[in-house]
């Protein structure tokens, strides 16, 4: 069985940074992609940043040139660093990974970790 656990959201003020972390555990053969995404209340969850096997980046618009994402493969980590952060990036941040067991490959989503905005 897999798991992805994140960690580090909490509240912090406008123009701030932090850090996120999301650690998969559990018997995996090989990570593809891992993702950050978000979802604000009201809204869709919507693709943050996402990172390949090999190290290709991409983001969204909106966090380009505040957002680093990276991954540690030996420790199956991927990191959401945020900097210079806005009201608008409050939401909660979930890992997203693609995982191949050593019995199949699925799609494995993390509990949450809610990032506060509030000067």
């Known amino acids: 069985q897999v798991q992805l656990v994140e960690s580090g959201g909490r509240l912090v003020q406008p123009g701030g940074s932090l850090r996120l972390s999301c650690a998969a555990s559990?018997?995996?053969?090989?990570?593809?992609?891992m993702s950050w995404y978000r979802q604000a209340p009201g809204k869709q969850r919507e693709l943050v940043a996402d990172i390949t096997s090999t190290g290709s980046i991409s983001y969204a618009d909106s966090v380009k040139g505040r957002f680093t994402i990276s991954r540690d493969n030996d420790k199956n980590t991927v990191y959401l660093q945020m900097t210079s952060l806005k009201p608008e990036d409050a939401a909660v941040y979930y890992c997203?990974?693609?995982?191949?067991?050593?019995?199949?490959?699925?799609?494995?989503w993390g509990q949450g970790t809610q990032v506060t905005l509030s000067s």
């Open positions: 559990g018997r995996i053969f090989r990570i593809y992609n």
């Open positions: 997203n990974a693609q995982i191949q067991t050593y019995g199949s490959y699925s799609d494995y």
